[in-house]
């Protein structure tokens, strides 16, 4: 007998003793890779509620029908209430303005005007006041405005500095 057949028959001991080496057959691989699938699946499924959310799918909508923030012009510094002051007294250029912070999709803003004044309700959105878009887009307008600019050459320039027509 080699020495390969002696070392063999040496681990498979004589039957009445427990073998020394761990099983490493067919069925226990098949049993490992299973465990392993199931894993895979395991982790897969966590992510994916993560990604659509704890709850589910919202196919009401209801993230976006929550009503919106609200401040107090008295609590913004001096310069935010005046572009929210005026927002409000231009609302009907303001309506015509495009916004691209992307409030449309996050909090359902139709334009300018409604990161400044809440549409439903009344009262001060408090999105603008913590938006630099919003803000800077709303100056830019207010410049225009103030020089009886027409409210389409306003509209251009509020797309051309900050981005494309919104999809209808």
């Not at 909508?61 to 923030?69: G, H, K, R």
């Not at 996050?106 to 400044?116: K, T």
């Not at 009262?123 to 020089?147: F, M, N």
């Amino acid at each position: 007998m080699n020495q390969k057949q002696a070392d063999m028959n040496a681990t498979e001991g004589d039957g009445d003793s427990p073998p020394s080496q761990v099983d490493t057959g067919p069925g226990v691989v098949v049993k490992i890779i299973l465990a392993e699938l199931a894993l895979v699946a395991l982790i897969a499924v966590g992510v994916a509620a993560l990604i659509r959310g704890a709850s589910g799918a919202d196919p009401s909508d209801a993230f976006a029908a929550s009503p919106p923030a609200t401040v107090s012009l008295a609590v913004l510094p001096s310069t935010m209430a005046d572009i929210h002051q005026y927002a409000a007294d231009h609302s009907d250029h303001f309506a015509q303005l495009p916004c691209y912070c992307g409030c449309e999709h996050s909090l359902g803003h139709r334009n300018l005007e409604d990161c400044f004044v809440n549409a439903v309700g009344g009262g001060w959105d408090a999105h603008a006041s913590g938006c630099g878009v919003c803000t800077a887009e709303a100056v830019t307008a207010r410049q225009l405005l103030d020089t009886n600019t027409k409210i389409g050459t306003v509209r251009q320039a509020i797309v051309d500095r900050y981005g494309p027509p919104p999809a209808v």
